[in-house]
């Protein structure tokens, strides 16, 4: 899998918290440095997730993820998160991402996750405003 | 300091999600545990804090805490955390509160939390309904 | 999809902690929560898994993870977390597991995780011993 | 108290995982906050915290803490920890943090940390080596 220059990347530094008694980061802390991911890559599009909240009275939930992991990160690693778009229709985005050795590129963990619009108080799907929609291709 | 058979214990159990990469629970977890201990006791007095946030419209947040640690706790420990008022008034509880070792009761960390019941919308303090500062005795 | 008497079953209960502003559960947290349970469900079977690293050398680390979210849990849900083993091969434990709504076994994330049994220091899969294996059937 | 333009800072970002549904920050996790703070300020200073663990055998535990929630931190808000050295001893330093809002810099937490360098494996401990405890200054 190659990486074009566009993708989205950010910088994620293992802390204490993420890690845990194996000497390693806890599984399961690679979903949120995903939605970190996920949330800045939608900061960097314009779009704050709290106005959208309050505004236009949508959220983003997983409806879906999975997870392959390759090699461990360790305390004080430096990471990349990258986010990509795989899919986006109506109401759903699948996302791709990968978490990376900031060093070296190297794979640690590939990550799919399917996210869905939906309506902040009934949590039913809610089409994804145009403008919005537009900014992820 | 003694314990009075009446105090309230919450058996924790420590699970590699509570550790970190030094082979010890992580520090701030402790807040957790002693927060589900609150939650506990509450109920046992039969309060569910999702009826007193719904139906009267209040929440316990926390406003002060400070914890002293004793001896590090390892993943797989079977723990104790007790939950005792030491002191309430209009809409403050002051809790102490002990992580223990459940086999033999040594003390891994000393905990005391102010709580201060505030309304759900404005967050500004409220006076704790009389029944439920009564069941606090 | 039925579920067997025999499948084990975890409670676990739902606390602030798990939550995010989003009102629900957190998704991450549902690995934390499977996690617990099949900890519970070694233990069960009689291993418990600081023994295992320490005496066996072995620890058990997770190699993939898809989640399904179908319906969030919320603040103060009783949930329980199911564990069953899908497939179990040399180093490799396959496991299919729910999380339900305790009251009505109403079905919130079903989960499939792969995990593989490592050496405590080099990290490279080993043969899980046979009387733990077989203890798995 | 006023802060010296020397103050380290370290920004933080308030995402999802980090709230709870009563849609502020979960008080427990100041504690992180405030430890990627003395990360980032340590490794200003040159060190490394996995070095130091593996080159010198030590490692920085947390003692004692206490914090003083002023008002709460919400979803998406972009925070700054600052991170003080109050005391300095042997095997102790004693931090004084804020976490602050970065537009306007009004306090939301005040919080103390006492750390204790202690021996990797034994965990009882040690005196800081002189030119660490100098670069505290």
Chains 1, 2, 3, 4 share one sequence.
């Not at 939930?61 to 998160?81: H, I, Q």
Request: net charge neutral; aromatic share 10%.
């Amino acid at each position: 899998m190659t990486t074009d220059s566009a993708t989205f990347r950010w910088p994620v530094r293992v802390y204490y918290e993420d890690t845990d008694a194996g000497g390693v980061v806890y599984h399961a802390r690679y979903l949120n440095f995903c939605e970190r991911a996920r949330t800045e890559w939608l900061r960097a599009r314009g779009w704050e997730q709290d106005a959208l909240r309050d505004q236009h009275r949508l959220v983003f939930v997983v409806a879906r993820a999975s997870l392959e992991y390759r090699r461990p990160a360790r305390f004080n690693d430096a990471l990349t998160v990258t986010c990509e778009v795989a899919n986006r229709r109506s109401a759903v985005v699948d996302f791709v991402q990968r978490v990376e050795h900031s060093a070296d590129s190297s794979v640690l963990c590939e990550v799919s996750v399917r996210v869905v619009c939906v309506d902040t108080d009934s949590f039913r799907p809610k089409t994804i405003p145009e403008p919005i929609l537009e900014s992820f291709a």
